[in-house]
């Protein structure tokens, strides 16, 4: 469903900055970088074994278990005993969990000729990636955390759609693409980068029939989100727990597994406020988590969602028009019946309608016409798309300077905004990174 993807990129950056959220695979364990084959390859292999097998060795470490065992960059990995692997997910899957020593058959390719090999892999102790250990199971109702101290020091974080919470003295809030991040005092970290990252997103639940939190596919997505974007080897050991919130009810969800450096924990705190689905996420080592529950308890039972700020200026129809021409006028190379010689010539009109009930249509008509070699010779191609029209729904509010779209589809648009007079005329000035439109009332 829609609720859980919000969050994947969010995961996915965290995947890649955080050093021990994702534990050391198998194939790392023992030394080695795995790719998966070009299919010509694979095809080649299965034509010849009647089953889908081999695996690319991209590298090994020196003096790594497989370096001992005789494997080198460039084999193909066939099976691992009897079992057939034919990506690097299978190969981690087949050697996860054994010990001792375990027999790799591969292929060794030369222009001369294609070897079958046999390497005897001795896994040591550290070769065998385990879950943190199991979590005796939680009653589905915990004792409900506790809300914030009133007379705590902190701030109230407000933005421009309506969504607010309060947040602890010493913490931050940047704001993202895909959300909010929360960056605490004195943030831990590893070689340079984050040892811990938590963040907020959501999303508009219209169109969907999901109204309660405690849905059984929101949980079942969660899983997958978790098991996918971050970590296998984090594994959910208990039942989700019930979190009443300032307003409404939320739930918590915690996934636990082992990385290199130490125990690792995710926790997805959720809720559904006036039709949005909000998440707080953390993923951190255990122990550091442990010592900010009571701040991620705070700010999370504080989510509020009140009526967005709307700019009545920003109301009514506003309009941009782009052009662009591409040319290849380079005669010595081309001749001018070569269709390498081209040209292309594209026009878009694009219309945004913010409406006064919040809601806004952008509509984008869009033409290309391109073309190659001389006109009428024989080998002359043109191509004429004609109008391509996309119609896209959303809700739209603006306020502080910040104009914020929430698409249907679930994506989302945000600028600095400010109205201009440009040539006598007021233009709605958008502002994204470096990218400046400038969009005339229609």
Not at 186 to 215: K, M, S
Not at 295 to 323: H, M, N, R, Y
Request: charged share 20%; aromatic share 6%.
């Amino acid at each position: 469903m829609r609720y859980v993807a919000m969050s994947i990129c969010v995961l996915a950056l965290m995947l890649l900055s955080l050093p021990v959220q994702a534990a050391v695979t198998p194939s790392q364990s023992v030394g080695l970088t795995l790719q998966e084959l070009d299919p010509a390859d694979m095809e080649a292999i299965e034509a010849q074994l009647g089953q889908r097998a081999g695996v690319l060795v991209a590298k090994v470490v020196p003096d790594s278990a497989a370096a001992k065992a005789g494997v080198v960059q460039g084999e193909i990995i066939l099976a691992i005993g009897e079992t057939l692997v034919d990506s690097p997910q299978s190969f981690d899957k087949t050697l996860s969990g054994k010990t001792g020593t375990v027999e790799l058959v591969s292929l060794l390719i030369t222009e001369d000729e294609v070897q079958l090999a046999k390497r005897k892999l001795t896994l040591s102790a550290k070769a065998e990636v385990k879950a943190a250990a199991p979590v005796p199971p939680a009653p589905a109702k915990a004792a409900t955390p506790a809300k914030h101290d009133t007379a705590r020091k902190g701030q109230t974080y407000q933005h421009v759609i309506g969504f607010s919470f309060w947040y602890p003295e010493g913490w931050s809030v940047k704001e993202a693409d895909d959300g909010l991040q929360l960056v605490p005092a004195n943030a831990a970290t590893a070689n340079g980068q984050p040892a811990e990252l938590y963040f907020i997103t959501g999303q508009p639940l219209e169109g969907t029939d999901i109204t309660q939190v405690r849905d059984p596919r929101v949980i079942a997505l969660l899983d997958q989100l978790v098991q996918e974007k971050i970590s296998p080897l984090l594994q959910r050991t208990r039942d989700p727990l019930d979190v009443s919130m300032t307003n409404g009810q939320g739930m918590l969800l915690y996934w636990n597994g082992q990385g290199p450096g130490g125990a690792v924990q995710a926790r997805i705190y959720a809720c559904i406020l006036k039709g949005y689905g909000v998440i707080l996420g953390a993923v951190a080592p255990t122990a550091k988590i442990g010592a900010r529950e009571g701040d991620l308890k705070a700010i999370f039972t504080s989510f509020g969602f009140e009526a967005g700020k709307q700019d009545p200026a920003v109301v009514g129809a506003w309009q941009l028009f782009s052009t662009r021409t591409i040319r290849n006028e380079d005669q010595q190379k081309f001749t001018s019946d070569d269709p390498r010689r081209a040209s292309s010539v594209s026009n878009e009109q694009t219309t945004m309608e913010f409406r006064p009930d919040g809601t806004v249509v952008r509509t984008s008509i869009y033409r290309m016409i391109a073309g190659g070699g001389a006109a009428g010779g024989s080998s002359t191609v043109w191509i004429d798309t004609g109008d391509q029209k996309e119609t896209k729904q959303g809700k739209w509010n603006a306020g502080n300077g910040t104009l914020f779209i929430m698409w249907s589809d679930g994506s989302m648009d945000s600028w600095r905004y400010g109205l201009v007079k440009e040539g006598g005329a007021v233009a709605l000035k958008l502002l994204s990174g470096n990218q400046v439109a400038f969009w005339q009332k229609r």
